[in-house]
């Protein structure tokens, strides 16, 4: 069997993205900024993420082994803050997700390809503690190596880590053997694991 050599998914589809939901059934502790200082209250959020994946991201299957790197641009929604959810008494009972619309593309070994469709692809962020988050996201990817398949993710969740608390210094999001769906393919695997890291290319603190 030769190796079926091609994309990451989304991610995010990436990330931080990298749509991403789900974040709800995380446990949100305050509002959720991405944060290019070390700041417990954010005061100028970013609202640009530009992500790239450490490594190759993994289309896991039983049929091979799909590798890409993968590179998200987005743009966070609410001027990169999260909004809370108020009770009719105004008291605030929650915080919604930091939303994040961007793009994935993808850059594969062995001559294949992988595009994303239906974009943009969505990102959700809730922050669950110090410098860290959980990440969500849905997608679909259109890949062509030997075989023409596309899969989609719903519901794909990551851990998103801050720069204080990542290994590398920046940040880092980190999605590990999520189930992605078969949505069309002749002989395609019906459901294959997404393994895939990225990291911000600017340091990225998770922030109020």
Known sequence: MRSFKMFGLVALAALMAMA?????????????????????????????????SIGHALLLSSFATVECSALFLGDALNSGLSSAIKNKKGEIIGYNPLIIHGTFTYTCLSGCTATEENGPAEIQVLRTGAEAAAVTGEGLVHVVCGLN???NGVGLEGAGTGALAAANGSGEVSIEEAVVNKESGFLCPSTSKLDITTAPLSTTYIST
């Not at 502790?29 to 992500?51: K, R, Y």
């Open 20 to 52: 991403f939901v789900g974040a709800s059934s995380a446990m949100a502790e305050g509002a959720t900024a991405l944060c290019g200082s070390d700041e417990a209250t954010c005061a100028s959020p970013i609202t640009h993420v530009h992500e790239t």
């Open 149 to 151: 398949c596309r899969y």
